[in-house]
């Protein structure tokens, strides 16, 4: 499994994984309990590797800020996301100094902080740069993207 087809699904607590395509929408799995559930074409879906965060030169995708964080904690498990304000913007500035506090509210580096350490229970990040099979996979899927 990577984080390619870990899901965000609003309203949801929690990160699922994208399991199978259904005709209606598919099928997700909860990553803190297991559970299979049907989440329709109506949802509100956010793929963690579509995911980018604002930085003063521009956007840095949310993979690369697990793996800075990964870096950092040595693929242990980040501060908690329930720090005050303060703690988590000076963690976070430790972690990506070019994040833009202007952009990047609080809400957003805890809900960063507590997606990474849900998938670093389950061993879903590494500090080590994805392997090259990774990144050809993932250009088909552009091309894709760019046909439709």
Do not use: C
């Amino acid at each position: 499994m990577s984080v390619e087809k870990i899901l965000a699904i609003s309203g949801k607590p929690g990160l699922y994984e994208l399991k199978v395509q259904t005709r209606t929408g598919f099928v997700a799995e909860s990553l803190i309990d297991g559970k299979k559930m049907t989440v329709g074409m109506r949802s509100n879906v956010s793929l963690l590797s579509e995911i980018s965060v604002y930085t003063y030169d521009g956007e840095i995708k949310l993979s690369e800020v697990f793996r800075a964080i990964a870096e950092k904690e040595d693929n242990g498990p980040a501060l908690s996301h329930k720090e005050d304000n303060a703690k988590l913007e000076t963690y976070f500035r430790e972690v990506l100094p070019e994040f833009d506090e202007d952009r990047v509210y609080a809400s957003d580096i805890k809900k960063i902080l507590n997606w990474y350490n849900m998938l670093q229970a389950k061993g879903l990040v590494s500090k080590e740069k994805p392997a090259a099979p990774a990144q050809a996979e993932a250009a088909p899927a552009e091309e894709v993207k760019a046909e439709e």
